[in-house]
């Protein structure tokens, strides 16, 4: 938003503001939109979940279209969005040292416990 | 035929064609979301139509169904305001027509829900809902679209431009009116248009949009005088039902 108001601020003050229009066609270098991940919480009390992924100009229609695709058939109750961008994530290359460690380590889990009869959801 | 039954179908009308015009968009909308995103509208269109024209049949008492309203008209007998059945177009011009459209219905809906027929405030209780995020869908977009380039920013003010002559026609009263408004089954169209100015103002005062000079108004759809594009909505709209009579699927 706000491309075309940009631009005409552009024209006064030329070299400082040269850069970021340089900026936003590398952002429109495919023509696309940029890429948000989606994030639906399906009820009260539930963590948002990831649910895919949409293009939109910015977070605001991103929460519309997120809307649109992704709860149109009652799925959620509140939708965050994140420009991918904005995610980092670890290499698969580690995965090996990052994760496998943790395999053998049974004794990690809380299952070595006799839990008393009476106590459910455990 | 009662005023009631006229004001049912002006309103079921003006559900049913826009709702069609925008499922013309199914499977060309400019990105997959927005796809998606006009034909949910679409279909909240096809879903108060059902409400109001089914209410419509009732009220009439002869046993026509929403369906029936819907598919078995003559063209003359569609009471929809021109500016719903004007071409799509490109998505600026949906846009404006859809905005200046919602900018007309929310407030609308929201009189509706204080009528004192309970059915018809009911259905627009229900409608409501869905309106409000129908406007926030084309306000944002008309925004975007008016601020955005200089090439988008010319394609909606000429939208605006072309679309404007179908706006006075959304507050058209006539001698049908008279008695629903003093049996307050609906309210005051200067209110309306109070409103659905402040709206339009604000929203293309945001867009960088000029409002064109207010030169001649067309209207005749609420009195079933409509332009070219109609008679191709309905021959499309009501082929199957007149090729194969009764038809479900």
Known sequence: MGARSGKCICGEAKNEKSILIKKDFSKMANNEWPLWEVFIRSKQGLSHKHVGSLRAPDAEMAVENARDVYTRRSEGISIWVVESNNIHASHPSEADSLFEPAHSKVYRHPTFYDVPDGISHM | ?249
């Open chain 2, 1 to 249: 035929m009662s005023a009631l039954f006229e004001y049912l179908v002006r309103l079921g009308d003006d559900s049913l064609i826009l709702g069609h015009r925008l499922s013309e968009w199914c499977g060309h909308g400019p990105i997959l979301e927005e796809d998606i995103a006009m034909t949910n509208i679409a279909l909240d269109h096809v879903g108060q139509t059902t409400s109001l024209l089914k209410y419509a049949g009732e009220v009439e008492g002869k046993g026509r169904t929403e369906d029936d309203l819907a598919f078995l008209r003559f063209e003359r007998e569609y009471r929809n305001v021109l500016l719903v059945e004007q071409a799509n177009e490109d998505f600026g011009v949906t846009m404006m027509r859809q905005f200046l459209f919602d900018a007309y219905r929310k407030p609308l809906y929201e009189q509706l829900t204080k009528s004192s027929d309970v059915q018809l405030a009911a259905i627009a209780e229900k409608s409501l809902k869905e309106t409000k995020y129908h406007l926030k869908h084309s306000a944002e977009w008309v925004i975007r679209l008016g601020d955005g380039t200089d090439e988008s920013h010319e394609r909606v003010q000429t939208a605006l431009n072309n679309l404007w002559r179908y706006t006075d026609e959304l507050f058209y009263t006539d001698q049908n009116d008279v008695e629903l408004l003093a049996n307050g089954v609906i309210f005051s169209s200067e209110e309306l248009k109070k409103s659905w100015m402040e709206m339009v103002k604000t929203v293309l005062d945001r867009a960088t949009l000029t409002i064109p000079n207010n030169g001649w108004q067309r209207e005749g759809g609420r009195k079933g005088l409509h332009s070219e594009h109609l008679g191709y909505i309905l021959a499309e709209l009501q082929y199957m039902q007149r090729a194969y009579p009764g038809m479900e699927w």
